[in-house]
């Protein structure tokens, strides 16, 4: 059978319909993809820090070792040089800046003083120490090595019953501060 008038010539799609057919395909192809699974399909809030996974260590930030001093585990690669009684001494060859900022991240501490060559922590309190125990941290470069010094201090517990003039007396001064006994200072 023939037709006439009715040639079949090819048909030639506008340029939008063909944008529009390959928005359409791309569309597709993106919607067979799997899907990225995302723990347990919870969304992440916005408190939750979503720069650095749970399970690394962010640029500049030390790692923890076995080893401990008054109970503040040092940061991995920092030895124990000494302990005497309530000071203790460790080194490593890390960066200042980044032993600093880890002990900053592992002690109850109220006020920090950040120096050119030393890094003071003057009155700390170590997790899971006694409550009455205060410390003192110092960081500090020597060289290619980063130091560390720690000082327990603990308070003498106060008499309950005596004056301000007796506490002095028992200390050996005068309330203005003079020395009971001047020849005996030498």
């Known amino acids: 059978m023939t037709h006439l008038g009715h040639e079949s010539a090819p048909r030639v799609a506008s340029p939008r319909l063909r944008t529009v057919s390959l928005l359409a395909v791309g ?4 919607a067979c993809r799997s899907p990225t699974p995302v723990g347990d399909g919870a969304a992440p809030s916005a408190s939750t820090p979503t720069s650095v996974p ?7 930030e030390l790692a923890p070792s076995e080893t401990t001093l008054f109970g503040l585990a040092l940061p991995r690669g920092m030895v124990v040089d000494g302990v005497f009684g309530d000071v203790a001494y460790a080194s490593g060859k890390l960066r200042r800046e980044e032993v600093s900022n880890y002990i900053r991240t592992r002690v109850a501490v109220a006020h920090v003083e950040l120096g050119v ?6 009155a700390v309190r170590i997790p899971g120490q006694p409550a009455h125990h205060v410390y003192r941290i110092e960081v500090f470069s020597q060289g290619v090595e980063t130091r560390l010094s720690v000082r327990r201090f603990t308070p003498r517990p106060e008499e ?3 004056s301000e003039a007796e506490r002095w007396r028992r200390a050996g001064y005068h309330p203005d501060g003079t020395p009971l006994n001047p020849k005996g200072l030498k």
């Open 54 to 60: 749970v399970d690394r260590l962010a640029p500049g």
């Open 160 to 162: 309950p019953g005596l």
């Open 117 to 122: 060559a030393r890094t003071v922590f003057p």
């Open 27 to 30: 569309l597709g192809i993106g």
